[in-house]
Nanobody, 122 residues
Framework: LVQFQESGGGSVQVGGSLRLSCAVS????????MGWARQAPGKEHEGVAV????????YTAASVKGRFTISLDNAKNIVYLQMSNLKPEDTAMYYC???????WGRGDFTYLGQGTQVTVSS
């Protein structure tokens, strides 16, 4: 059973920063990939960033590139999303994810957490 413990969401003003954390357990595979997805009200799921643990390779959506950074503490199996220069359009429920599919950019993951809310106000 794959389980996620997400934290770090909240409210922030435009230009501010937040760091999301997610402790992942029960996820075992030869090529582990974890990441973050988000869903804004009235919009589809969107993949934000992924990290391939064995390769230490990351991919970030164009909409957040240069502002968001994904990282992984391999020893603790905690994946982070550092978000900077936040904009109102970043307001969404953010979901920790594991099992990246080819269409991860559309929020397509095998496993998704419960989500943590991020609200950016001007």
């Amino acid at each position: 059973l794959v389980q996620f413990q997400e934290s770090g969401g909240g409210s922030v003003q435009v230009g501010g920063s937040l760091r999301l954390s997610c402790a992942v357990s029960g996820y075992t595979t030869d090529n582990p990939c974890m990441g973050w997805a988000r869903q804004a009200p009235g919009k589809e799921h969107e993949g934000v960033a992924v990290i391939y643990a064995n390769l230490n390779r990351t991919y970030t959506a164009a909409s957040v590139k240069g502002r968001f950074t994904i990282s992984l503490d391999n020893a603790k199996n905690i994946v982070y999303l550092q978000m900077s220069n936040l904009k109102p359009e970043d307001t969404a429920m953010y979901y920790c994810a594991a099992g990246c599919r080819r269409s991860w950019g559309r929020g397509d993951f095998t496993y998704l957490g419960q989500g943590t809310q991020v609200t950016v106000s001007s």
